[in-house]
Nanobody, 115 residues
Framework: QVQLVESGGGLVQPGGSLRLSCAVS????????MGWYRQAPGKQRELVAF???????EHVASVKGRFAISRNSARNMMYLQMGSLRPEDTAVYYC?????????WGQGTQVTVSS
């Protein structure tokens, strides 16, 4: 089992920054990839970025150059640094961990970009 707990969401003005954190616990050794997803009202959940256990990263086109995924293995943490935020970035952001048997999800943290 893997447990994921997100934090760091909130209300921010357009152009602002936020850093999301994901605390990981449990069977961490079984994880081969972690990622951030988001779901806006009325839309499907979508991938934002992922990072593998060899620190390969990928960001979707809409956030490339503005967001950066990272991890601190020693502290069992994953992060999403978000900058130049736009109203269309408003969503619930979810932490995800993939193992060979299943995917795990956090409870989500709300990010609202509004003036």
């Amino acid at each position: 089992q893997v447990q994921l707990v997100e934090s760091g969401g909130g209300l921010v003005q357009p152009g602002g920054s936020l850093r999301l954190s994901c605390a990981v616990s449990g069977s961490i050794f079984s994880i081969y990839r972690m990622g951030w997803y988001r779901q806006a009202p009325g839309k499907q959940r979508e991938l934002v970025a992922f990072i593998t256990n060899t620190d390969t990263t990928e960001h979707v086109a809409s956030v490339k150059g503005r967001f950066a995924i990272s991890r601190n293995s020693a502290r069992n943490m994953m992060y999403l640094q978000m900058g130049s935020l736009r109203p269309e970035d408003t969503a619930v952001y979810y932490c995800n961990a993939d193992t060979v048997t299943r995917a795990y999800w956090g409870q989500g943290t709300q990010v609202t970009v509004s003036s």
